[in-house]
C-alpha cells in the first residue's frame, strides 16, 4: 500500500469514517470479488447447459419422428407392393373353398410377386434351391438333424435361407454334395 493510502486511510479512520484496511483485507475483497465472478459464470454456464440439453432434447425428438415416419413409409410401399397379390391369394382361396380349380401357375405367379416385393424391401436370398456352395455355419444348416458337416465342405442348397440387413433370419437348409 502506498504512503498516501495509507496515510488517506488513518484520516479517515481518525474522521470516524472507515476501518483502516491491510493488505490481507484487499487480498480477501480481491478474492470475495473473483469468488463472485466465478459464481456468475457458473450461473451462465448452468443455463447456457439447460439450453443445450433443451435443444438436444428436441434433435433427439425430431430424429425419433423422422424415423417413425421413414419407416411407416418404408411398410406402407411394402405393402402396396403386396396389396394386389394378396387380393389374388384371397380370391383364388374362396375358389378353392367352393371346390372350384386353381392353377399351379396362377400361384406361382403370385408367389414370385411376393419375393419381389420383400427383395425390393431389403430381404436377401441365401443361394438357390439346387446351388452348390462350400458349407458356412453362418449362413446354413444341415437339413437332417445330427449330420455334421464341416466348414468349407461342398454342400448343396435344399431350401433357402433369408437376410435382412446383414442378419441371417434363416439359415439354408443344406446337404452333402452327392
Known amino acids: ?10 484520516w ?18 480481491a478474492l ?3 469468488l463472485a465472478e466465478t459464481r456468475l459464470h457458473a450461473q451462465e454456464l448452468e443455463k447456457q447447459l439447460g439450453a ?3 435443444q438436444l432434447s428436441m434433435v433427439e ?9 421413414s419407416t411407416t413409409a418404408q411398410l406402407a410401399s411394402l405393402f402396396r407392393r ?36 420383400v427383395q425390393q424391401a431389403g430381404l436377401q436370398l441365401i443361394g438357390s434351391v ?3 456352395q462350400p458349407f458356412d455355419p ?9 449330420v455334421a458337416l464341416n466348414a468349407g465342405e461342398e454342400v448343396i442348397i435344399r431350401f433357402i435361407g433369408y437376410r435382412y440387413q446383414g442378419q441371417v433370419l434363416r439359415k439354408a437348409l443344406v446337404e452333402r454334395r452327392a
Do not use: S
Open 52 to 54: 443445450n440439453r433443451h
Open 32 to 34: 470475495r470479488r473473483e
Open 138 to 146: 453362418e449362413w446354413a444348416q444341415p437339413l437332417v438333424a445330427g
Open 82 to 117: 403386396l396389396a394386389a397379390p394378396l387380393t389374388q391369394l384371397q380370391l383364388q382361396d374362396a375358389l378353392l373353398q367352393q371346390g372350384k380349380e386353381v392353377g399351379v401357375r396362377d400361384v406361382m405367379v403370385l408367389a414370385r410377386q411376393f419375393a419381389d416385393a
Open 12 to 29: 479517515q479512520f481518525l474522521a470516524g469514517r472507515t476501518m483502516p484496511t491491510a493488505p490481507q483485507d484487499e487480498e480477501i475483497l
Open 1 to 10: 500500500m502506498t504512503l498516501i493510502k495509507r496515510l488517506t486511510a488513518a
Open 61 to 69: 425428438t425430431m430424429r425419433e419422428e423422422h424415423v417413425r415416419q
Open 130 to 132: 439346387g446351388e452348390r
